[in-house]
């Protein structure tokens, strides 16, 4: 199994690096952590200095042959500065914590792969799911604000048209 930790995780010192000098910030922290847990609803969850992932967040060798999960390493690490350093003042802006985090993952991309295969393709993709989303979210419409404290449940800011990662972003 801890090959496939290694395959799976083994870039995170690299994405370490990456927004240390891109935000000309060092990481906040004295370690960084990755747990992977059973029964974990969401992709990842940020919390300062450790990242809770779900429980099949290991690849073995044919899955990474499809995608690796840099996307949602990246991301969560992301939160370390954009979270957890400095945070939204209250959940309405939870966009900006989300946001970030986003383009956290595209400048890792960018990184890896180059302005154009890897920052302008994220960047696209993202522009196209914003796109997608606004016509067929179930409720709402497309010009609903993205900053709001109207809802009955926190997790509606997520379902919303106006979703706080990639328009965050």
Sequence with gaps: EGDKV?????RTADMIRVFEE??????PWDRYAQLVVWNFGAGGMENTSATTL?????????ALEDGDLDSLIA????HQWFGDLITCNTWAHIWLNEGWATYCSHLWFEARDGYQDGYLARLH????????RDQIAPHGDAY????S??????????RRKANPYPKGA
């Design 149 to 158: 404290l109207v809802y009955e449940h926190p997790w509606e800011v997520f």
């Design 125 to 132: 993709g993202t522009l196209r799911g914003i796109a997608a």
């Design 75 to 78: 991301h969560e690490l992301g």
């Design 22 to 27: 891109r935000f000309d910030e060092p990481y």
């Design 54 to 62: 779900f429980d099949t967040a290991v690849l073995d060798r044919q």
């Design 6 to 10: 290694v395959q799976t995780y083994g």
């Design 144 to 147: 609903e604000p993205m900053v």
